[in-house]
């Protein structure tokens, strides 16, 4: 980490697999990241710790590296914190865009199912959105959505009375981000309820996708 700080809101950690695909037999050569400036309006980058540059990558193999990257500040709304960095080898480059979804920056939390159900119960209007699903099997979906989205279980990560919740911080001002998801004879709702209206919308896009995974 070099400094950086791994529990900083502000910090994310990318792993990046670089494969060899070329259809002749060419290595790829001097293979590494180089920072670009970050899209208009976008959070700064303060700070970044760049791996080191792979000599060659042969045909059919692959390399992992993990860059970290410490933003000037945290945000909640989705795309703020965005890293742009050119992918470079001997005989060219592209660039990439690495832009993790606020649900993947989510901060852990913990809460008490009681404590769970009577917060969810206060939130209303702005603070609350739902929307409907069905799906004929629905094992797959705890694990489906901590694969989307860094949220902490509340209780085991197990569907109990057929409602699942999870719970989260935002990244600035850890304000929390609560998640229930109830099933019953094939149709389910999906409800997220927060303080911030923008963040609201976004974390239930990411459930939504992660439920909608087929």
Known sequence: ????DPKSSCVVCVEV????????????????LLQRAGPSGAVAVKRAVWPPEI???KKGQVSNTIFCVEFASASNREGDMTARVDVKTSTGGIPVEFKPSLGEL??????MPAEFDSTMARMQGFQ??????????????PKAVLKHAAFT???????KEGKLRLVGGLPAGN????????YTDGSGSITVCCDHAVA??????VVQRAVYRD
């Not at 279980?153 to 569907?159: E, F, M, S, T």
């Open 175 to 182: 304000d929390l981000v609560l998640v229930l998801i109830e």
């Open 17 to 32: 697999q670089f494969a060899n695909k070329k259809m002749d037999h060419g290595s790829l050569r001097r293979v590494r």
């Open 1 to 4: 980490m070099k400094g950086l």
């Open 153 to 159: 279980p509340v209780g085991k990560l197990a569907w």
């Open 128 to 141: 609350r959105v739902s929307s409907k699903f069905k799906a004929a099997d629905i094992g797959p979906i």
């Open 55 to 57: 000599p060659e990558i």
């Open 200 to 205: 609201v919308n976004s974390v239930l896009n």
């Open 106 to 111: 989510l901060q852990p939390a913990q809460l």
